[in-house]
């Protein structure tokens, strides 16, 4: 008797959990019915489009960190090639024919890659179960919302025991691929009379080092560019595309005016790179003589710049998605800010303050704390002191660079 033949895409569209279908740069490929009903949405305007554009934070709220969270989680599942199971999320939905109202919305999301015959990720499930209901049937019951949110975290914690798995060690492809992200990475030197310290930690994972890179670049008068970035994947596959986009970055931040219009042209060059979708960087020049800093990001963690009076300001006001990302070319966003003697400029990869299960603003607080309890010591006793504090006892999971300048 001959096996019954099976319609895998009508049983994806029947599916009673709403799934979304993203490329490893997150763009949605498919959706079925249930995330359409749950969102109100039609198809033809969610496929083919970038995940946050679709699906925005809402941009009234200036504690929204729906989308942040949903990015950090999505990279994770790109970078190890395992399930990824988030904490109850609030993200907040438009209304179809309402532009601009945001309601009230809880999700239980579970991220899933889908991995082709080299092991790669080709595709990333993005399975989401809406629990709006039941928040509010406990609320109106005079349930504890704080006790609600530690139950279904808790579960989610559960959840994520059981998907997560070891990978195995492949020390001689670390020792490799670590002696040639040592070679490729530029050794400290002066920059200039100001004071800076760099480094690049490990992770404790075989599988997980080398995609992490820093890069200063001399520019005309008293300026100098200064990037950190991110490629997605490990070993040495990874430090072979972070060297191709270190260079390539420092040679079009000689040749264009500016971070944006240089990570522009990054962009257009990592679609060309096998392995660079996805990648994250972040790049400000800094004018000591004008006393201004110009920056842009493209999806990294915003820099943190730590002022005399101890307080601590994170640069997040032109970051954009990583490279690669949108399908189609869109100007990249700039800012600048100014700043006085004896400012701090930090520079950093996710692996100092990322971690799982832990939503990235708990990260960026621990962050500036330890700046502010440190101000006043030297770039290489602070960068001592960050590490030393911020990287968990056993090691992290991710690689990190650091670079931190003072103004």
Request: charged letters at 25%; one cysteine or more.
């Amino acid at each position: 008797m001959s096996e019954p033949r099976i319609d895998y895409a009508a049983v994806f569209q029947d599916l009673p959990g709403a799934v979304l279908l993203l490329t490893p740069q997150f763009v949605i490929v498919d959706v079925n019915e249930a995330l359409l009903r749950v969102s109100g949405r039609e198809r033809e305007h969610l496929v083919g489009r970038y995940l946050i554009d679709v699906f925005p934070d809402n941009p009234g709220d200036p504690e929204a960190t729906g989308s942040r969270n949903l990015l950090a989680s999505l990279r994770r599942v790109v970078s190890t090639g395992t399930t990824d199971t988030m904490a109850l999320q609030r993200y907040d939905v438009e209304p179809p024919g309402r532009p601009g109202v945001f309601e009230e919305r809880y999700w239980s999301p579970v991220n899933a890659p889908v991995l082709g015959p080299d092991g790669k990720v080709q595709l990333v499930i993005h399975r989401v179960e809406e629990v709006t209901e039941l928040i509010r049937a406990r609320r109106e019951a005079g349930g504890n919302r704080e006790r609600l949110e530690a139950e279904l975290y808790t579960r989610a914690q559960e959840l994520q025991a059981v998907n997560e798995r070891l990978r195995a060690a492949h020390a001689r492809e670390r020792q490799v691929a670590l002696a040639l992200q040592d070679a490729m990475l530029p050794a400290p030197r002066p920059v200039g009379h100001h004071r800076a310290a760099v480094r690049y930690q490990p992770a404790v994972g075989a599988l997980n080092v080398c995609g992490d890179w820093y890069a200063l670049d001399d520019l005309p008068g008293d300026r100098m560019a200064v990037a950190v970035g991110d490629v997605v994947g490990h070993g040495l596959a990874a430090a072979c595309v972070m060297g191709q986009l270190r260079s390539a970055l420092s040679a079009a931040t000689l040749v264009v005016g500016g971070p944006a219009r240089a990570l522009e042209v990054l962009g257009r060059y990592a679609g060309s790179v096998d392995g660079a979708e996805s990648t994250t960087a972040v790049q400000v020049v800094i004018d000591w003589a004008a006393h201004t800093l110009t920056y842009s990001s493209a999806g990294h963690p915003p820099p943190a710049l730590l002022r005399p009076g101890g307080s601590v300001e994170f640069l997040d006001r032109a970051t954009d998605p990583p490279l690669g990302a949108r399908p189609d070319h869109v100007a990249r966003p700039e800012a600048h800010t100014p700043f006085t003697d004896g400012t701090v400029l930090v520079l950093y990869t996710d692996g100092l303050i990322e971690r799982r299960r832990e939503d990235i603003d708990v990260g960026l607080a621990r962050l500036a704390d330890s700046l502010t309890r440190h101000q006043g010591a030297a770039p290489e006793a602070l960068a001592d002191a960050l590490l030393s504090e911020l990287i968990p006892p056993g090691g992290a999971t991710d690689d990190t660079a650091l670079v931190i300048i003072r103004l």
